[in-house]
């Protein structure tokens, strides 16, 4: 391997480990470190990254400044909670004034931010830090869409005209960690969290491929929010307990159901539809990951939990509860799906070899923190819309203020 791009992450959770694993399957990259305000969450995902052979002298990092300036990392992977996004870019921002050599470039998972303001921020960070962006939405590279998207534009889209209604909705039984269900800490629940996935999977399936993201204008965004179950008293209090006291969902909720379409224009004035839908209120096997993609004469369908493996356990087989065989794993009993590579299928792999090859400078990063920020642009109309039970324009400049928690 010829100097390998040297990653750094920080934020050593979940998103992390998983990254991590994905990366067995990415050439030319070395995991360097991670950085996190717990050295023991650090140390474990450096400790990951050794034992499965991607990072052989991975080491741990007390913060964002600290992994920034040194120089044996040479990229960064910002994978800490949605309110430190802005705390972190300012660490690197400062770590990085005492680099000799600059960074080859910085990806932030999504959401970009809490707010449009602080989207906003973040991506003037990132130009004032002065190295190539990505944004990490991983649906964009899970290989069923990809090769769907591009069969479906080559076939269908060639001959008959172009799709005009994509679908997608994300769901699962809700997140693992406190700070997911906390409006100051998440900035909202599953619609930032989780329809940012499905708005730009659905815009990105039905834009042309190659095309750039202005072909289409999002010209109005109808949505409606809900609190299905959580907020109800046995499971708000098992919430709770979960969280050892730290979520208060009966009092301080945000929402755990959300869905939104976004009526679009082409550059030649034909409408297009997207239809999206999020849930942490739903339980199945595990993750429900659905994509519609419509056309004159064609149409694709993509359910990710359907991975070609279901194996089956009957009520004489107990065990502890886990997530060995899909991510959000609900059950450990009767009939399961198995998704054999979690992190080819959702998109990590394809996503980070995508970013390795950008930040090597061998392509043009394809997502950038101005893509964040257009997620964001929609996803606050799409508060707003619910809240105010109206359409929203969301090109309204006072979107760029809009807190819908505030
Ligand atoms: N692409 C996806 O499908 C996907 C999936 C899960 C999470 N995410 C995103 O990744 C981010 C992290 O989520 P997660 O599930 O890994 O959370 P997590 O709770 O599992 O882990 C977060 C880690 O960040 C650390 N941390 C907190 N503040 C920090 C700071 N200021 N500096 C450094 N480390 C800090 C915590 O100690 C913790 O170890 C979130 O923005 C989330 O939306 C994306």
């Known amino acids: 391997?010829?100097?390998?791009?040297?990653?750094?992450?920080?934020?050593?959770?979940?998103?992390?480990?998983?990254?991590?694993?994905?990366?067995?399957?990415?050439?030319?990259?070395?995991?360097?470190?991670?950085?996190?305000?717990?050295?023991?969450?650090?140390e474990s995902a450096a400790a990951l990254?050794?034992?499965?052979?991607?990072?052989?002298?991975?080491?741990?990092f007390e913060s964002a400044e600290a992994i920034a300036a040194d120089p044996e990392v040479d990229a960064l992977w910002v994978c800490a909670p949605n309110h430190a996004r802005i705390p972190v870019l300012e660490g690197i921002r400062d770590g990085a004034m005492n680099r000799?050599?600059?960074?080859?470039?910085?990806?932030?998972?999504?959401?970009?931010?809490?707010?449009l303001a602080e989207a906003l921020e973040v991506q003037a960070l990132g130009k004032e830090i002065g190295a190539p962006t990505g944004y990490l939405e991983d649906m964009?590279?899970?290989?069923?869409?990809?090769?769907?998207?591009?069969?479906?534009?080559?076939?269908?889209?060639?001959?008959?005209?172009?799709p005009y209604l994509a679908r997608a909705s994300e769901e699962h039984g809700g997140?693992?960690?406190?700070?997911?269900?906390?409006?100051?800490?998440?900035g909202g629940g599953v619609l930032l969290d989780m329809m940012c996935h499905s708005i730009e999977a659905a815009r990105w399936m039905l834009?042309?491929?190659g095309a750039p993201r202005d072909s289409l204008t999002p010209i109005e965004v109808s949505a409606t929010c809900a609190n299905l179950k959580w907020i109800q008293p046995k499971y708000s209090a098992q919430l709770s307990e979960k969280f050892g006291g730290e979520v208060d969902w009966?009092?301080?909720?945000?929402?755990?159901?959300?869905?939104?379409?976004?009526?679009?224009?082409?550059?030649?004035?034909?409408?297009?539809?997207?239809?999206?839908?999020?849930?942490?209120?739903?339980?199945?096997a595990g993750l429900r990951h659905a994509f519609q993609l419509l056309g004159p004469e064609y149409s694709m369908e993509v359910d990710m939990a359907d991975a070609g493996v279901q194996v089956f356990f009957s009520r004489e087989v107990t065990g502890d509860a886990g997530e060995d065989l899909v991510e959000k794993q609900n059950a450990e009993q009767g009939q399961m799906p198995l998704i054999p590579d979690e992190p080819a299928h959702y998109g990590y792999s394809g996503e980070n070899r995508h970013f390795v090859d950008a930040f090597l400078g061998r392509t043009e990063s394809s997502l950038t923190f101005d893509d964040g920020v257009e997620?964001?642009?929609?996803?606050?109309?799409?508060?707003q819309s619910s809240a105010e039970g109206r359409t929203i324009d969301p090109s309204d400049p006072s979107l760029e203020s809009y807190a819908p928690f505030s």
């Open 1 to 42: 391997m010829n100097n390998p791009l040297r990653i750094g992450f920080i934020g050593g959770g979940f998103i992390t480990r998983f990254h991590i694993q994905s990366l067995v399957q990415v050439r030319d990259c070395v995991v360097a470190g991670v950085a996190d305000m717990s050295m023991d969450a650090a």
């Open 49 to 60: 990254a050794q034992s499965i052979g991607v990072g052989p002298e991975a080491r741990a």
């Open 250 to 284: 009966a009092a301080d909720p945000t929402e755990d159901f959300a869905r939104a379409t976004v009526k679009w224009r082409t550059e030649d004035g034909q409408i297009l539809l997207t239809e999206t839908s999020s849930s942490w209120s739903y339980v199945g």
């Open 375 to 383: 997620v964001m642009r929609l996803l606050m109309a799409a508060y």
């Open 140 to 162: 964009l590279f899970a290989p069923s869409l990809v090769r769907g998207r591009e069969v479906l534009w080559r076939r269908g889209a060639a001959n008959a005209g172009r």
């Open 175 to 186: 997140p693992h960690s406190a700070w997911f269900w906390k409006k100051e800490t998440a």
């Open 100 to 115: 000799a050599e600059p960074l080859k470039g910085i990806c932030a998972e999504k959401p970009l931010a809490r707010t």
């Open 207 to 209: 834009t042309e491929p």
